[in-house]
């Protein structure tokens, strides 16, 4: 019989999470901590504590690299004083450069070569002739990161939800434990009481219809979202004639944790018979 590697409570082999800490004993991926805030657990990659919603993100000190080994000296670099020299001369041929430009201030304007075509806007023009039109502006593209637009973001997020859901439905609707337990985030609060509660309906009810319906997706941060459902079950007591159909709506809390969603909570708001 193992024990658990975090309280050292006795388990059985095929538990997936302990029944004194709640810790995962299947998923190695989740380390058990704590949120600073409010006390409750969460896994080492959450980003938002499922409870208060704390954010679980450390701020990293950027790293200043360190000084470059055998850096030579001012005296050791001839390319320093080769710029030196350059840049002297350029100092002495200044006043020479400046003063043997062209004269500035009115005064005529040179003539162009005999058989060379006017220039717009340069010396007379013909009586009657328009001036020649100035060429338009054209200005530098601006470099901008291409994002895809706000509603196809929102689409990718609610199709990536329903495949979640669809697992879900799955799980219910063929008793497959370990598939339902996938749905779910080791952090969710009291999973095995859902757990025990999910087997005792089940030895009780069979489902001959679930579907459900996504309402309401809104991406909370990159790796968290909330959504409404509304769970449509048709059931039917074994051994008992005709069967019964109702509606559920939960708020549903959704992480993703190791690159799968998840859902992390869910509360129920309105029942529907």
């Known amino acids: 019989m193992p024990d658990c590697p975090y309280c050292r409570a006795p388990c059985e082999d095929n538990d997936l999470f302990c029944r004194s800490c709640g810790a995962s004993l299947k998923l190695p991926e989740y380390d058990r901590a704590f949120c600073p805030h409010c006390g409750a657990r969460v896994g080492a990659r959450q980003e938002f504590c499922h409870e ?91 470099d901008r990161a291409v994002l895809p637009p706000a509603p196809t973001r929102a689409l990718a997020l609610k199709k990536e939800l329903e495949e979640l859901l669809l697992q879900l439905r799955e799980a219910q609707l063929k008793k497959d434990l370990s598939l339902y337990m996938q749905s779910f985030s080791p952090n969710l609060p009291d999973l095995e009481a859902r757990r025990q509660k999910t087997l005792a309906v089940w030895q009780a009810y069979d489902y001959t219809g679930l579907e459900f319906k996504l309402e309401e997706v809104k991406p909370l941060a990159e790796d968290y979202a909330e959504a409404l459902v509304a769970w449509t079950l048709k059931f039917q007591q074994k051994g008992a004639p005709g069967g019964k159909t109702e509606t559920q709506t939960y708020k549903v809390h959704f992480s993703k944790e190791a690159g799968k969603w998840r859902v992390s909570n869910l509360e129920r708001v309105r029942r529907q018979d």
């Open 52 to 142: 208060c919603h704390w954010s679980l993100v450390k701020p990293e000190s950027a790293a200043v690299p360190p000084p470059y080994p055998g850096k030579p000296s001012l005296g050791k670099r001839p390319g320093v004083w080769a710029a030196f020299i350059v840049a002297g001369v350029l100092i002495a041929l200044l006043p020479w450069l400046f003063f043997s430009g062209p004269p500035s201030g009115p005064g005529p304007r040179p003539r162009p070569p005999e058989g060379a075509p006017a220039q717009p806007g340069v010396g007379p023009t013909a009586p009657g002739t328009p001036p020649a039109p100035a060429a338009p502006e054209v200005k530098a593209p601006v």
